[in-house]
Nanobody, 126 residues
């Protein structure tokens, strides 16, 4: 099992930058693909980005490609989501999630990720 703790959320204005962090722990963490999802009020949870267990492969939601960047520091067991040019529609609770087992990174569905953090709120005002 993997434990995940997100941080870095906050309230910013449109056009600004935020970097979210997801600190991981647990005996199987090194085998985990890590994904970011977000959920706005009244909306379904949506995929944002994911990175493979060795950091070599990344996936992005098409609508966010170019503005958001996912990365991970394997030694620090931390995954980052850099969000540029934020818009009010980026307002949501952002969650990181883990898919363990040394799997090839393919999944963007929330059902594929077993372990979840508690989420961090991002609010973007116009």
């Amino acid at each position: 099992q993997v434990q995940l703790v997100e941080s870095g959320g906050g309230q910013v204005k449109s056009g600004q930058f935020l970097r979210l962090s997801c600190a991981g722990s647990g005996p199987t963490f090194s085998s985990a693909n890590i994904a970011w999802f977000r959920q706005a009020p009244g909306e379904e949870r949506e995929f944002v980005a994911a990175i493979g267990w060795n950091g070599g492969v990344t996936l992005y939601a098409d609508s966010l490609k170019g503005r958001f960047t996912i990365s991970r520091n394997i030694g620090l067991r931390t995954t980052y989501l850099e969000m540029n040019s934020l818009k009010p529609e980026d307002t949501a609770v952002y969650y990181c999630a883990a898919q363990t087992g040394w799997l090839e990174l393919r999944q963007t569905s929330s059902e594929a990720y077993r372990d979840w953090g508690q989420g961090t709120q991002v609010t973007v005002s116009s």
